[in-house]
């Protein structure tokens, strides 16, 4: 029996975890269980799965909650440093780090040091701290599993291959709802408009990430810190059907290829029972009605994005945790109806153009380095 944590159990990976579970409950449990301030879904799930741990880290949720409702089997904390310590109790193998936004960091950093594994969900943890995640997961011995479909397929891809022997990463994009527009189409698109996702149907932050293609600058940046290569060696292929989660190139000339049906719930499954391979209900690929897999070039100049990704990436120090942070106020004050939807790359721009960099960071020089970012980036906001 594998037991997990999942941080972030009311999310859209989170809820497909708990499906994942529920379908496996004899090989999987959930032990912990972390959300944030939904606290109606977290007492349904509390009532569903009865982990020991059940956790609310808004305050008000958890206060809601305790004078609600007492459980039987489950102990309910509150406040975000239970959720920090939830990825270390005892009774936990692996920890689903599925939160959104920077948000992820601390909690994550716990669970390594506890020398729990983590499925990684949360690619802004290492979008913002890559280098040192990773150290420390090596330093601790813990495997850091991707549950983002293109590295779960970079993962498969890779099983039993020498890491020497990539010669590049070809990570797939399906272009978004924007895919083929250029930036006058864009000017005024809205929040409906963006939220409809062609392929995926995920949560709110990421799906705004897809349209703008920073989602695929953030992959590329995670790519690299998972798979230990150079930038110049990722390349994103825009692939709209999104049958192809993503592939590798090797430095013989062949390329092996990831492909499944678009449900988050299979990199989700393979990365809490890895190394076993077991059977799932998702969706069959029928090779017969499937028409034709095409593949284009990004276009960079429109979803400019992808590109400043890439250049805040080759920088590194704390320039992408700037930028995730910038991104992360830039979409929720777009979600909101502050600002426009390209306005969120002149946020992102803005901010990068004035925040100093650091190299080399700290755990605690990251955090002042995000809360600042995220303070200039809502102060452009406020003078668009
Ligand atoms: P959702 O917005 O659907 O869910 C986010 C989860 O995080 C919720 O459980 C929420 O709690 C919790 N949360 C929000 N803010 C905080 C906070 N400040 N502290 C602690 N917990 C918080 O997001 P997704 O499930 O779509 O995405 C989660 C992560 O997975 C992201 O990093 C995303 O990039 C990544 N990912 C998602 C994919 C997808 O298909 N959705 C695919 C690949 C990666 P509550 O609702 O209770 O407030
Ligand atoms: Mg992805």
Redesign the pocket.
């Known amino acids: 029996m594998k037991r997990v944590a999942i941080?972030?159990?009311?999310?859209?990976?989170?809820?497909?975890a708990l499906d994942v579970i529920r379908a496996h409950h004899e090989l999987l449990s959930a032990e912990v269980i972390?959300?944030?301030?939904?606290?109606a879904?977290?007492e349904r799930q509390i009532d569903e799965f009865h982990p020991p741990i059940a956790i609310?880290?808004?305050d008000a949720?958890y206060s809601r909650l305790s004078s609600r409702r007492k459980f039987p089997s489950t102990k309910l904390l509150g406040g975000?440093q239970s959720?920090i310590d939830a990825a270390t109790f005892d009774a936990v193998d692996i920890v689903l780090?599925?939160?959104?936004?920077f948000?992820?960091l601390e909690?994550t950093i716990a669970a390594i040091n506890a020398h729990k594994n983590i499925a990684l969900?949360?690619?802004?943890?290492l979008v913002a701290a890559g280098e040192l995640v990773m150290r420390l997961a090596d330093e601790c011995g813990v495997k850091i599993l991707p549950?983002?479909?293109e590295h779960g397929a970079f993962f498969q891809c890779l099983n039993g291959e020498d890491r020497r022997a990539i010669k590049k990463l070809l990570l797939t994009a399906s272009g978004g709802p924007f895919r083929g527009k250029n930036q006058s189409d864009l000017e005024n698109v809205t929040v409906d408009q963006v939220l409809a996702h062609p392929t995926?149907?995920?949560?709110?932050?990421?799906?705004v990430?897809s349209a703008t293609l920073v989602?695929k600058g953030?992959e590329v940046i995670e790519a690299k810190f998972l798979y230990g290569v150079d930038y110049d060696q990722i390349q994103v292929v825009v692939h709209p059907q999104s049958i192809i989660h993503s592939m590798v190139e090797f430095v013989d000339g062949s390329v092996i290829a990831q492909l499944a049906s678009t449900d988050?719930r299979l990199?989700i499954q393979y990365a809490l029972t890895y190394p076993a391979r077991i059977a799932s209900t998702v969706d069959r690929l029928d090779f017969w009605s499937m028409q034709s897999l095409t593949f284009e070039e990004p276009d960079l100049e429109t979803f400019r994005g992808l590109k400043i990704a890439y250049e805040v990436g080759r920088r590194g120090g704390t320039a992408p945790c700037i930028f995730n942070a910038a991104n992360e106020i830039a979409v929720g004050a777009f979600l909101d109806g502050r600002i426009k939807f390209l306005d969120i790359y002149r946020v992102i721009e803005g901010v990068l153009d004035q925040q100093p960099i650091i190299d080399r960071p700290t755990l605690e020089t990251l955090i002042v380095e995000n809360n600042s970012a995220r303070s200039l980036a809502e102060k452009i906001i406020s003078a668009l």
């Open positions: 941080l972030g159990s009311t999310g859209s990976i989170g809820t497909q972390a959300a944030h301030s939904n606290d879904l977290l609310l880290s808004d949720a975000r959720l780090t599925s939160m959104s936004g948000a992820g909690p969900a949360n690619k802004e943890t549950v983002d479909s995926w149907n995920m949560g709110k932050k990421i799906t990430d989602n953030l988050m990199p």
